[in-house]
């Protein structure tokens, strides 16, 4: 079992920092089935994942917009522009603003690492009063590979000038959880809805229900 100290930790942001029950009213508005949400994320990840399996790369809106069109037909050009905009006013869970706090109060430098843009996560952050808790918000963009890769993990101890080994990646995720063990970090899988772990994935190293819990224990190991 790793027992190694985390010296610092990166967020996964879409359902791991931020819900997405903000794009309900707004696949309404456009005509869809709000139910629909998160058929249509799991299709945008999906369809990111292919593009980097096939060597190949386009960034998240773009991904985004083109699982959108194929929803339905009647999804006309400008609620597609309508519902991406919405990804930059996505409110916070609840737990996350302590688990920040708790990170800095430690010293920890802590991160955001998304298949998105660094601009969007900036207005999502600075809308939530949140970026004064990182250090940093990085991208894929930067590698051109989506999580999970293991270029944008690697990528990311590289800036935070920590070993793979020392920092911990927080997702909602599993996959994103496994990819980062793949490429020698440390997993916390929040796991809000007490789902099964996919047994076709190594184990994440930490899990819980909550943020602040997954953060208790990630501190833990400094002790």
């Known amino acids: 079992m790793n027992i190694a100290p985390v010296d610092a930790v990166v967020f996964d942001v879409n359902e791991t920092l931020f819900t997405l029950d903000r794009l309900r009213?707004?696949?309404?508005?456009?005509?869809?089935?709000?139910?629909?949400?998160?058929?249509?994320?799991?299709?945008?990840?999906?369809?990111?994942?292919?593009?980097?399996?096939?060597?190949?790369?386009?960034?998240?809106?773009?991904?985004?917009?083109?699982?959108?069109?194929?929803?339905?037909?009647?999804?006309?050009?400008?609620?597609?522009?309508?519902?991406?905009?919405?990804?930059?006013?996505?409110?916070p869970h609840p737990d996350v603003e302590p688990?920040?706090?708790?990170?800095?109060?430690?010293?920890?430098?802590?991160?955001?690492?998304?298949?998105?843009?660094?601009?969007?996560?900036?207005?999502?952050?600075?809308?939530?009063?949140?970026?004064?808790?990182?250090?940093?918000?990085?991208?894929?963009?930067?590698?051109?590979?989506?999580?999970?890769?293991?270029?944008?993990?690697?990528?990311?101890?590289?800036?935070?000038?920590?070993d793979p080994g020392s920092l911990a990646l927080v997702a909602a995720h599993p996959g994103d959880c496994a990819g980062a063990t793949a490429a020698g970090l440390r997993a916390a899988w929040v796991n809000r809805a007490g789902q099964h772990w996919p047994a076709i994935f190594q184990a994440a190293g930490f899990s819980a229900p909550d943020r602040a819990t997954l953060v208790d224990a990630l501190l833990a190991t400094r002790r």
């Open 99 to 162: 688990a920040l706090r708790a990170l800095r109060d430690a010293g920890i430098a802590t991160a955001t690492l998304t298949n998105g843009s660094v601009e969007v996560v900036q207005a999502l952050l600075h809308r939530a009063n949140l970026g004064r808790y990182l250090s940093a918000n990085l991208s894929v963009d930067a590698v051109r590979r989506w999580k999970p890769a293991a270029e944008p993990y690697r990528f990311a101890a590289t800036e935070l000038a920590v």
């Open 25 to 91: 009213p707004a696949f309404t508005d456009a005509g869809l089935d709000p139910s629909l949400v998160p058929v249509w994320f799991a299709r945008l990840l999906r369809d990111g994942f292919a593009l980097t399996a096939l060597g190949s790369y386009r960034p998240f809106a773009e991904v985004a917009a083109e699982t959108l069109r194929r929803l339905g037909a009647s999804v006309e050009d400008d609620a597609v522009a309508m519902i991406v905009a919405t990804m930059r006013d996505l409110d």
